[in-house]
């Protein structure tokens, strides 16, 4: 979640008498007799308004009908006259006598059903009536609350007027009309409640879990709330919103409780126009979140997204993606920010563990030429970006350009081509790149290539001076890269053994390789510390 998932806004139930159908005529004819016997046994009236047989249920009024008779549930005929909209019928059964503020057995009100379809005429008469402005259901979710949902303006306008709290909140998210608002993307309405006096910088309760870090020695990405109508509006790319909510005094960089501002969650939902509007309203380009993600290394990351769970659509927005980097550094987001902790999975399939170049101390550029992203490694290196700046691990740029993380899976970046490696490896070495820089584990750019089997970037290697026979901490070469004799990783798929690939190394010079037979320990390759259980499992030559 991606934070796409984690911080959605509650679906409240604004429509609560869904659960009264389990005792409608809908009931399967092999339902239990207790369900058969709860059918037959409904009131009449009742059954007419939900049925929409107005009519029937008209006459049953001017019969004398009790308007007030409950079904199982505890709603009435008024509440599903309120819920159909039928202002004739709610009229009727008011002058018969019909009770106003009933709440039914989830809290609903007629009130709240006819708030959460946006009715002004329905709710006039229920006012008129007596009806409490507020209306709460069982989770304190006022009327205003459920027409902020719809868009309705001038249903607000009548709740506003006969009293309604424009900061009241609901009590399981501590969200607002605002907020609401905001989430629908509905800026009409976020005008009217801000110019009756809504907390444009509300925040919605923060859940304070206690653990966020386990054994697995991650930390865990939980949804806390603590949304702002921003950060609502954000997630959700409403400019207009936003644009109402700034002019309102929204606080343009005040972040949920894991740092995320409202420019980061944008970006992270791939929201280019209203993060381009936040950075021309002056948003900070450098605040970063819980995980050390800047807006600039999250607009990177989100540039290139060809695989996912997420449907593939036509982009909606006008501005790109390259266009909001080129922004955030000329506006002087730092280039060589880097993050603090490995950031939370996105929502793409084979995420978890298949991105270890992406940990701390990743950079934009690390990540760009990853994904062979060249306009956008062009851009970090003309705006100051380091090209042997490594990640904790000691990888390289040049590293992740020549295939370093790569994996034969669906996740981002992960299908780009050697054409597009070698315009991102010219890029960096014109600015300097160190072709023999090591990672902390010994390895090399050259071991990279070996691995993925690209012939013109060893060749380019070579070329400009990569040592052909370095060996890592196991020990191993080049060659025994490209045949695969190298640890498998949690999450990863075999090696490929590319014989094609250790002979061009020969051919280039290489001479240092593992025997055929080697003498390995039952467990794998020698390591500079003892083996332990759950070490990577180490593959033997084929």
């Not at 009100?109 to 259901?137: C, F, H, Q, R």
Request: hydrophobic fraction near 45%; glycine fraction near 8%; charge should be negative.
């Amino acid at each position: 979640m991606t934070r796409v998932a984690s911080r959605l806004v509650r679906a409240a139930c604004v429509l609560l008498l869904a659960p009264a159908l389990a005792v409608s005529e809908d009931v399967p004819a092999s339902a239990d007799a207790a369900q058969e016997a709860a059918r037959a046994e409904r009131p009449p009236l009742v059954r007419a308004v939900e049925r929409g047989e107005r009519e029937k249920a008209l006459e049953m009024i001017r019969s004398g009908a009790d308007v007030n008779v409950r079904d199982v549930d505890d709603t009435t005929a008024l509440h599903w006259a309120a819920h159909r909209d039928d202002a004739e019928l709610v009229e009727a059964l008011i002058r018969a006598g019909a009770e106003v503020n009933v709440q039914n057995r989830y809290g609903s009100t007629p009130m709240g059903e006819a708030a959460a379809i946006g009715s002004t005429a329905v709710l006039k008469l229920l006012l008129d009536a007596g009806a409490d402005v507020e209306s709460p259901n069982a989770e304190g979710q006022t009327a205003l609350m459920a027409v902020a949902r719809t868009g309705n303006v001038e249903a607000a306008k009548l709740l506003i007027r006969r009293g309604a709290n424009v900061n009241a909140r609901e009590r399981w998210g501590g969200q607002t009309a605002l907020m609401w608002a905001a989430a629908q993307g509905h800026p009409a309405m976020i005008r009217l409640l801000i110019k009756h006096g809504a907390d444009v910088n509300a925040r919605a309760t923060v859940r304070d879990w206690q653990r966020r870090v386990t054994a697995e020695g991650r930390p865990k990405d939980m949804n806390r709330g603590g949304f702002t109508p921003l950060l609502y509006a954000a997630r959700e790319g409403c400019v207009e919103c936003a644009r109402e909510l700034l002019r309102g005094g929204a606080d343009i960089n005040l972040p949920d409780p894991d740092g995320v501002t409202p420019l980061i969650l944008a970006l992270l939902n791939i929201r280019w126009d209203f993060a381009k509007l936040l950075i021309e309203s002056g948003a900070d380009v450098n605040q970063w979140d819980f995980y050390g993600q800047t807006p600039l290394y999250v607009a990177v990351d989100m540039n290139t997204l060809p695989f996912g769970q997420r449907v593939e659509l036509p982009p909606l927005d006008e501005t790109s993606g390259l266009e909001v980097i080129r922004m955030l550094l000329e506006r002087g987001a730092n280039p060589n920010a880097q993050l603090k902790l490995r950031p939370p999975y996105r929502n793409v399939p084979y995420d978890r563990y298949t991105e270890p170049l992406l940990n701390i101390g990743a950079t934009p550029l690390i990540r760009a030429a990853k994904a062979g992203d060249i306009p956008v490694v062009k851009l970090l290196l003309e705006h100051g970006a380091l090209p042997d700046l490594p990640n904790l691990n000691g990888d390289t740029p040049l590293m992740a350009a020549a295939g370093k993380g790569w994996i034969n899976a669906p996740t981002r970046g992960a299908f780009y081509t050697e054409d597009q490696a070698l315009e991102v490896y010219d890029l960096l070495r014109a600015a300097g790149a160190d072709v023999n820089a090591r990672s902390n584990f010994g390895d090399t750019a050259l071991h990279a290539a070996a691995l993925r089997g690209w012939h013109r970037i060893i060749e380019r290697l070579v070329a400009d001076g990569a040592e052909l026979d370095v060996l890592d901490r196991n020990g191993l070469s080049p060659i025994d890269y490209a045949l695969g004799r190298i640890p498998k990783g949690f999450n990863e798929r075999i090696p490929e053994r590319r014989v094609e690939t250790a002979a061009l190394l020969r051919r280039l010079g290489a001479t240092v390789e593992r025997s055929e037979e080697p003498n390995w320990p039952a467990a794998g390759t020698p390591r500079i510390r003892p083996w332990v259980p759950g070490d990577d499992v180490i593959l033997p030559p084929q």
